[in-house]
């Protein structure tokens, strides 16, 4: 055993005797031959899963859950699928979860209760051999948050399709497709983009702008307009496995694609979870203010798709880029960028090694997020500790069984040697072992550059108010 990991079993001894003050009695339990399966709730009124199975080699996997809209169930997981779940139980993975205390941007509940999942895994269990987090989406995020600041509870991490690039970053991208919404197709409409009273104004909001959005797609200019939105965004002309998948040169099929994204856009993380998220803030945490979308839009994935929809609907595209230009921007409130940088922005400094997965097709979290983490890990020196490998598919964390087990036998594997190798080959050979009946799609990628990065590793004080700096988060 290293020294941490002896140290942290030391640390999970004491806890377990100071348990029975601290955490809630623990429930029957299902025993079988087959393990133990024990549900129950934490002292914070989250629940938690905990699955142990009879001959347990050793592992804890703490799987982190994604986004939760308000008033959803939410219920406590411990792997991203049942098919998934079974599997790592067959082969001797005890798998542990909880379902956050509360339900929306809940980093600041997600986290400690991920952690008292752990205490009463110990109190229960032992101490594990070996503790791997993991999560998928928000659960990425959360994943990341506890591997930057709970490294003594862990040994790695992976993050599947995960929110990496931070807080901040992220409702500053997800500002930019509506205010070019806004601008393109509804320039006098008083649409409000932040700053919700409550979910009743931020629903209504959405649904004007959803009004505006659908009539558009109905003529070229606004199907061309609706691509620059989708551009600013990074969102893939194939982002459903749903979809039909359009050829390189086929524009009008990626703009249909991209148009469901962004109506899916609008529905939920625009709008109604930005609300949710800037109660907790206290405000509003994005902005606009000098970001200069000429440029963001030349770095764009799907940048020859605009300028070919462009030309074709007749429509120059300067005069837009020019418009937006000219807008209004929005300011971010100062306490509010304070308590996300705070809450959700990461430093990018690892202390055990951190696998990233993303499918190439996501549109929900594109790909580019991946950069923005790879940018922070480099600043904040943990890039050797870093690895990212991207599946070609289409949609949000759509990886098969066979895809998800080999991520994470590949993390086990770097631990126990202390090199990576995390090549496709690699990679699609471990999950085909995995999964001999899928395809495995793991491919060499790069993903363009995140639009807006914004990680501490690349900050210089406490000045960030999103009125006077560049947009590109320096």
Not at 91 to 108: D, F, N
Not at 141 to 169: K, N, W, Y
Not at 264 to 277: C, I, M, N, V
Not at 351 to 373: F, M, W
Request: glycine residues 10%; neutral net charge; hydrophobic residues 40%.
């Amino acid at each position: 055993m290293k020294p941490r990991a002896r140290a942290r079993a030391l640390a999970l001894a004491a806890t377990a005797v100071l348990a029975a003050t601290t955490l809630p009695a623990l429930p029957a339990q299902a025993a079988s031959a087959e393990g133990e399966h024990l549900e129950g709730q934490l002292a914070s009124g989250a629940a938690y899963m905990v699955d142990v199975p009879a001959r347990w080699n050793g592992t804890l996997l703490l799987f982190s859950h994604g986004y939760t809209p308000q008033g959803a169930p939410n219920p406590a997981q411990n792997a991203p699928s049942s098919q998934t779940r079974a599997r790592l139980l067959d082969q001797g993975y005890a798998l542990a979860g909880s379902s956050y205390a509360t339900t929306g941007w809940a980093v600041t509940d997600a986290v400690p209760d991920q952690l008292a999942t752990l205490d009463l895994f110990a109190q229960r269990f032992g101490a594990a051999r070996q503790t791997l987090a993991w999560g998928q989406s928000y659960g990425g995020f959360v994943t990341t948050a506890i591997a930057e600041r709970h490294p003594d509870r862990i040994d790695g991490s992976l993050s599947m399709c995960g929110l990496v690039q931070g807080g901040v970053a992220n409702w500053n991208s997800t500002l930019d497709p509506v205010f070019a919404l806004k601008t393109l197709l509804a320039p006098d409409s008083g649409i409000r983009l932040t700053g919700f009273a409550d979910q009743a104004a931020a629903k209504d909001a959405a649904t004007a702008l959803t009004g505006k959005l659908t009539a558009a797609q109905q003529t070229p200019r606004g199907r061309a307009r609706i691509a620059l939105a989708a551009a600013l965004h990074n969102i893939p002309g194939h982002n459903d496995a749903s979809q039909p998948k359009p050829g390189p040169a086929d524009w009008a099929g990626q703009q249909a694609n991209q148009y469901a994204a962004v109506s899916g856009l609008l529905r939920t993380a625009a709008f109604s979870w930005r609300q949710e998220a800037e109660s907790r803030a206290g405000g509003n945490p994005s902005w606009n203010t000098g970001v200069d979308y000429a440029a963001m839009l030349r770095r764009s994935s799907v940048y020859k798709e605009v300028t070919e929809l462009y030309k074709e609907a007749g429509l120059p595209l300067r005069d837009d880029l020019a418009a937006l230009d000219r807008a209004p921007r929005t300011t971010a409130d100062p306490k509010a960028v304070a308590w996300m940088r705070h809450t959700s922005g990461f430093t990018g400094r690892l202390t055990d090694p951190q696998l990233n997965i993303h499918t190439t097709g996501d549109g929900l979290i594109p790909v580019q997020s991946e950069s923005a983490y790879r940018r922070a890990a480099t600043g904040g020196g943990s890039a050797g500790l870093l690895r990212q490998a991207y599946v070609d598919a289409p949609g949000h964390c759509t990886f098969s069984p066979g895809e998800t087990l080999a991520a994470v036998h590949t993390l086990e594997r770097r631990l126990a040697t202390g090199h990576w190798n995390t090549s496709p080959d690699a990679l699609n050979s471990t999950a085909k072992a995995q999964d001999p009946a899928a395809e495995a799609r793991y491919v060499g990628y790069r993903p363009t550059a995140y639009p807006r990065p914004y990680d501490l590793a690349h900050q210089d004080g406490p000045r960030h108010r999103g009125e006077h700096h560049r947009g590109d988060g320096s």
